[in-house]
């Protein structure tokens, strides 16, 4: 039963990794999009950018975590479970925050002129 949660945690682990990479590129591709190739100095764009590297750097340091528990170097299984659950907190935080500016952005978009 051990091995088969490892197998889950780990499977999800790459989905968020691999979530976190596109968000990441989106994050790159957006200050360029919405200010024409100009450079963002603040702002909500800025926020966003920031926001994405902070959660890149939680599922970094628990896919460390993990992978140092199952290597053997550590016996801080706890910690390392708790890293991942916070890094999975704060992807789905972001989602939710990209969910609602798009959103926002369809609002904006059926908006008779």
């Known amino acids: 039963m051990g091995y088969d949660m490892g197998a889950g945690v780990h499977g999800d682990l790459a989905s968020i990794q691999a979530d976190a990479l596109a968000l990441g590129r ?16 603040g702002g909500f764009i800025q926020s966003l950018h920031e926001a994405v590297r902070g959660v890149d750097a939680q599922d970094r340091a ?27 907190l704060s992807f789905s935080m972001l989602m939710q925050v990209r969910n609602k500016v798009m959103g926002a952005v369809e609002d904006l978009v059926k908006l008779p002129l």
């Open 26 to 41: 989106v994050a790159d591709a957006l200050p360029q999009a919405a200010t024409g190739g100009h450079t963002a100095t």
């Open 62 to 88: 628990a896919a460390d975590k993990m992978a140092d528990v199952d290597s053997g170097r550590s016996d801080d299984l706890v910690g390392a479970m708790l890293a991942s659950q916070q890094a999975s």
